[in-house]
């Protein structure tokens, strides 16, 4: 809607396919949450759930850390031979919207985390928190950077969200979570080797 007032339909249309391929990725993850809410919700134990978490975190960080780098290497030519030369806009647009790709799937993946404790009211009080910040962001940074300032505004809010799932989870747990939550190189290199073996 801001956009469109700001801005004009050319402009919508533009950030539209470049929101959709956020989405696109974030269909991964919202499936994956949909099975991992079971699996969480019959662990008993903290540890055991942020050693999940853990290993989903890292799968992510490089699905789409692959498919970012895919983008930023070939964007530009698949979209004018997907959608036409008028298309090509969206490539600066959706650079803006790395950020946001992460921030929507890791909050997506750890607000099922927060679901399988019981849907505490805060699962409802953060993204309505980073929908408020992206509107208020909108406002200002739309007139000053146009189509650009929407991408950015999207991506503070949802790099916003799951920050503040993690700050919210790390005080709860008496601040232990994010040691537990925290990668290291082996993590990485366990979970190589089992997508090596997978594949």
Request: charged share 10%; net charge positive; hydrophobic share 55%.
């Amino acid at each position: 809607v801001l956009i469109r007032h700001y801005l004009g339909f050319a402009e919508l249309g533009i950030y539209s396919v470049a929101a959709g391929i956020v989405d696109m990725l974030q269909m991964a993850s919202n499936l994956v949450g949909s099975l991992l809410l079971v699996k969480l919700s019959d662990m008993k134990d903290d540890i055991q759930r942020w050693e999940l978490m853990k290993k989903l975190f890292i799968v992510f960080l490089l699905l789409l850390g692959t498919a970012n780098l895919g983008f930023v290497l070939l964007g530009k030519p698949l979209l004018g031979l997907m959608y036409g030369k008028s298309f090509i806009p969206v490539y600066p647009v959706y650079l803006w919207l790395i950020p946001a790709s992460f921030g929507l799937s890791f909050g997506s993946m750890f607000n099922t985390y927060l679901w399988s404790k019981g849907f505490p009211l805060i699962c409802v009080l953060l993204p309505l928190i980073a929908l408020l910040v992206n509107i208020g962001l909108n406002l200002f940074l739309i007139p000053a950077l146009g189509i650009r300032g929407a991408s950015l505004s999207t991506s503070i809010a949802y790099v916003l969200w799951f920050v503040m799932i993690l700050l919210y989870e790390q005080k709860i747990s008496g601040n232990t979570m994010l040691r537990h939550l925290m990668p290291r190189t082996k993590d990485f290199s366990a979970v190589l080797r089992s997508l090596w073996t997978t594949v």
